[in-house]
């Protein structure tokens, strides 16, 4: 099974920056987009940015100008760059992917149709 995994979170002060990274340990993305998500503690999930297939970027009015969404093809690994952070950005980021997608591991492919996601990385930022 293809499973997400997502780093980089941690506690930082506002107006400071963190890097996630989302990427499947022993799998190779076959053109696959992603999108990030966030949840805040007693809140409803919120789209935060996505990256499609062709490398289009689009982001939620409350980031744009703040967070920027990448992919690193060598590595198979999406990042969020998230600078000016501000406590409301405070919440469990969680990557998922763009469906269909598929990833390979050797000789071994797996297509979904609901999408992938990640277990998610706390990021918490203090006033």
């Known amino acids: 099974q293809v499973h997400l995994v997502e780093s980089g979170g941690g506690s930082v002060q506002a107006g400071g920056a963190l890097r996630l990274s989302c990427r499947a340990p022993?799998?190779?993305?076959?053109?696959?987009?992603m999108d990030w998500y966030r949840q805040a503690a007693g809140k409803q999930r919120e789209w935060v940015s996505s990256?499609?297939?062709?490398?289009?970027?689009t982001y939620a009015d409350s980031v744009k100008g703040r967070f920027t969404i990448s992919k690193d093809k060598a590595k198979d690994t999406v990042y969020l760059q998230m600078n000016s952070l501000k406590p409301e950005d405070t919440a469990m980021y969680s990557c998922?992917?763009?469906?269909?997608?598929?990833?390979?591991?050797?000789?071994?492919?797996?297509?979904?149709?609901?999408?992938?996601w990640g277990q998610g990385t706390q990021v918490t930022v203090s006033s």
């Open positions: 998922k992917t763009r469906n269909p997608c598929k990833y390979c591991s050797g000789d071994v492919c797996y297509t979904n149709s609901v999408g992938y």
């Open positions: 990256i499609s297939t062709e490398g289009t970027t």
């Open positions: 022993g799998f190779t993305s076959v053109n696959c987009g």
